[in-house]
């Protein structure tokens, strides 16, 4: 079986942003991206803090994706890589 391909972005904090390509049956290639923020910082009870980081980084996250979807569009029309 061979490795799904994916690619793993560190951050200096830890945290780990992750772009997996597949393919589904019908031969369409899709890119998932996983986020792991990490903020040994943050306690469990302080409950405001976690949902300021979670609107924070739902922000960070569709600018991510967006700025990678530009960078695919890109590179087809450049030739770099064919869709």
Not at 9 to 34: C, E, L, R, V, W
Not at 49 to 60: M, P, Q, S, V
């Amino acid at each position: 079986m061979h490795k799904t391909p994916q690619v793993d972005f560190h951050q200096p904090d830890g945290s780990t942003i992750s772009n997996i390509i597949s393919k589904g049956p019908d031969g369409d290639i899709s890119m998932t991206y996983a986020f792991e923020w990490l903020h040994s910082e943050v306690k469990a009870d302080e409950k405001q803090k976690i949902e300021e980081l979670r609107a924070k980084h739902a922000k960070t996250a569709q600018m991510a994706v967006e700025k990678s979807i530009e960078a695919v569009r890109r590179m087809v029309v450049e030739g770099t890589i064919k869709a």
